[in-house]
């Protein structure tokens, strides 16, 4: 990975946590314990599966 991609990435990474924040409940960021918990849960469900969908799709893009 390039140094410019790195900016990038974690330019981007801040923003995705502010809103995984921002959508937490207070009760369950009080502790390491439960950020890890709630962020997991949240990349889980949130980005995992666009991830997967969008690398799938490019993937078929290429094998066209």
């Known amino acids: 990975m390039t ?3 790195k ?3 974690e330019a981007h990474i801040k923003e995705i946590v ?3 924040y921002k959508n ?3 009760e369950k960021i009080q502790t ?5 918990t ?3 849960d949240q990349v889980l ?10 690398l799938s799709e490019k ?3 290429q094998e066209r």
Request: avoid cysteine.
């Open 45 to 54: 469900e949130h980005v995992s599966p666009k991830s997967a969908f969008f």
């Open 3 to 5: 140094a410019e991609d």
């Open 7 to 9: 900016k990038l990435l």
């Open 18 to 20: 502010k809103i995984l």
């Open 24 to 26: 937490t409940q207070p």
């Open 59 to 61: 993937r078929l893009s």
């Open 38 to 40: 709630s962020v997991g």
């Open 32 to 36: 390491f314990e439960g950020i890890e």
